[in-house]
């Protein structure tokens, strides 16, 4: 499309937001963009609309049909409320839950949404103030609700916002409602569909008593609370990032019977503009540095770290040489399942009936430890609502254990249906205490359970290509693995080949094809080799990405072997990529 053509439409799209259907503010910024010589921002604001996925909304704050603001949002629950009434047709009552966190404008959109819900004649649960995305999902069930949305954009720059849908399970909604509801969000056609005049008699504020009961919750799922009574004073360094871990994690600790939670004053400030770090995303090192500061200064045991709604946590521990080192979200993962499962085990509550679930991009060790333990584990698609969706099914069936993914989320109880940052701090606290128990620290318990399974390492790597020909390359890419299927990575044998775009798996030595149970296709490939290696490859379905998820196993037979199979792991990784080409 020429730029002139592609000016005029936005500029005739930017028009229509002129109206006086629009709110003063909006109307200026829309003619500051029509007026300015520099058209960059008119267009981005205009050239599309911000589109409602299966993930709901997520993107830049401001004016236009491309960015976050209450005509977007507005749209967004208007189409949600649209399908709640038709769906729910045969209930007296229908209701939802409303939670937001510490971002920029978060609170005036869960208001917006309050109102859109309330004038449409459903009943509004809506916190007082921000609160974690867990327990906004926690609420869903507890108070009976159909429905939920939080206004969230997780981790990503403070110049962004987001809305995610929730269904009656507490899950993120998954198929048929997610089209079902894009397809109603879609019909908003102007802003005079969207019904902002609420009904305040239909909007009740919660707060603390849903507080109460979601840590009484996660307190129910403490395994050793006599052991935390003989380590209650371990030193627990933690930070909320600016965000809403603030609300619940020192509280949760402390109730769970930890008397030495130091923060980080700098970082318990409520704010969107997350002052003191770049990215508030927990994954990162410069995210932790000022915790891992306060931890040197009181030679703490442990550093934890949220993300602005509490659904993800990072740790850091120090190693043998008394360093602060960064657990990824894999390795957190182990050493959560890892102590779940002995202890469910020791206190004779697996019956057979106990189930676990992964990612099928998170370590295949948690497997190991589930087969141990003789617990059944579950391998689905990347997104917690992937897990949700196998605690619905199995729900009063099987008992869910825990469950996690290697981007830093876990789930230690069944009452929430969404990764949980608040639970996962109770629990690895708790590890904590249990490893101090044994005369251990959270290293040599991780390493620990390399000596017991095998060292695994794992590698994201993502590949950028941008625009349309970008889009093209990363298609041929995967065009050209499924065309010419690799015999081997890093010299290994290809032994199982998984495509969850066909639901098919091969083994290439047999040429034995079998199906591949998932809910739905998915472009994913997957290799196995005969030393261990797992290799996934997937497009992004967010950014103009292709990524790559490795993970190879190396001998590691005393705990000072960590090192060394540690480096024979990197050296395989990239003989791995010579094998991808990449």
């Known amino acids: 499309m020429e730029n002139s053509q592609l000016i005029q439409e936005v500029t005739a799209k930017a028009k229509v937001w002129l109206g006086s259907?629009?709110?003063?503010?909006?109307?200026?910024?829309?003619?500051?963009?029509?007026?300015?010589?520099?058209?960059?921002?008119?267009?981005?604001?205009?050239?599309?609309?911000?589109?409602?996925?299966?993930?709901?909304?997520?993107?830049?704050?401001?004016?236009?049909?491309?960015?976050m603001n209450r005509y977007t949002v507005g749209a967004a629950t208007q189409g949600l409320a649209n399908y709640l009434k038709k769906n729910f047709a045969n209930l007296q009552e229908i209701k939802v839950a409303i939670g937001h966190d510490c971002r920029n404008n978060s609170r005036l959109f869960a208001e917006i949404s309050a109102d859109i819900f309330s004038a449409n004649g459903i009943h509004v649960y809506l916190f007082e103030s921000l609160r974690p995305t867990p327990e906004m999902s926690f609420a869903i069930r507890h108070l009976g609700c159909q429905s939920g949305i939080i206004l969230t954009a997780s981790h990503n720059p403070k110049e962004y916002n987001g809305y995610k849908a929730y269904w009656d399970d507490g899950g993120q909604v998954i198929a048929p409602h997610d089209h079902n509801i894009i397809d109603e969000v879609n019909a908003i056609q102007s802003v005079s569909d969207i019904k902002f005049s609420g009904n305040k008699q239909l909007i009740t504020i919660i707060g603390e008593e849903i507080d109460k009961a979601y840590i009484d919750g996660i307190l129910g799922v403490s395994l050793s609370p006599e052991v935390i009574k003989r380590h209650n004073d371990l030193k627990i360094v933690y930070t909320p990032i600016h965000?809403?871990?603030?609300?619940?994690?020192?509280?949760?600790?402390?109730?769970?019977?930890?008397?030495?939670?130091?923060?980080?004053p700098e970082q318990n400030v409520i704010s969107g503009d997350f002052p003191t770090v770049v990215s508030p995303n927990p994954e990162e090192p410069a995210a932790l540095s000022m915790a891992i500061a306060k931890a040197k200064e009181v030679d703490a045991d442990v550093v934890m770290a949220s993300d602005p709604d509490a659904d993800r946590l990072g740790i850091a521990v120090k190693d043998d040489k008394g360093e602060w080192i960064l657990v990824s979200g894999n390795q957190n993962a182990l050493l959560i399942t890892n102590y779940m499962l002995k202890r469910w085990k020791e206190l004779g509550k697996l019956t057979g009936k106990e189930y676990m679930v992964k990612t099928i991009v998170t370590t295949e060790l948690l497997k190991d430890i589930a087969d141990k333990n003789g617990v059944e584990i579950y391998d689905v698609y990347t997104g917690f609502k992937w897990i949700a969706d196998v605690m619905l099914k199995n729900e009063g069936k099987k008992t869910f254990i825990c469950g996690g993914e290697e981007s830093y989320g876990f789930l230690v109880e069944d009452f929430v249906r969404d990764k949980?940052?608040?639970?996962?701090?109770?629990?690895?606290a708790e590890v904590l205490a249990w490893a101090k128990e044994q005369g251990k620290s959270l290293y040599e318990l991780l390493l620990d359970i390399y000596l017991e399974f095998g060292y695994s390492k794992e590698k994201g790597i993502s590949i950028v290509r941008k625009g349309k020909s970008g889009a093209e390359e990363i298609q041929a890419m995967m065009d050209n693995y499924r065309a010419n299927p690799l015999k081997d990575l890093a010299g290994s044998p290809v032994t199982l080949i998984r495509d969850f775009k066909t639901l098919k798996s091969l083994n290439p030595a047999t040429?034995?094809?079998?199906?591949l149970v998932m809910p739905e296709p998915s472009n994913v490939l997957q290799y196995f080799t005969a030393d261990g290696t797992k290799v996934s490859v997937r497009p992004s379905g967010t950014e103009p990405k292709i990524k790559f998820y490795m993970e190879v196993r190396t001998p590691m037979a005393t705990r000072a072997d960590y090192a060394a199979a540690g480096a024979a792991a990197e050296e395989k990784i990239e003989k791995i990529k010579a094998s991808l080409g990449i």
């Open 511 to 515: 040429g034995e094809v079998k199906d």
């Open 420 to 428: 949980d940052a608040v639970s996962a701090a109770a629990m690895v």
């Open 243 to 264: 965000g809403t871990g603030i609300k619940c994690i020192p509280r949760c600790l402390k109730a769970m019977g930890f008397t030495n939670i130091i923060d980080v």
């Open 21 to 67: 259907a629009y709110d003063e503010q909006t109307r200026a910024d829309v003619q500051r963009m029509l007026d300015a010589e520099d058209k960059t921002e008119l267009i981005e604001s205009f050239y599309r609309v911000l589109e409602f996925g299966t993930g709901g909304l997520r993107g830049i704050m401001g004016s236009g049909t491309n960015r």
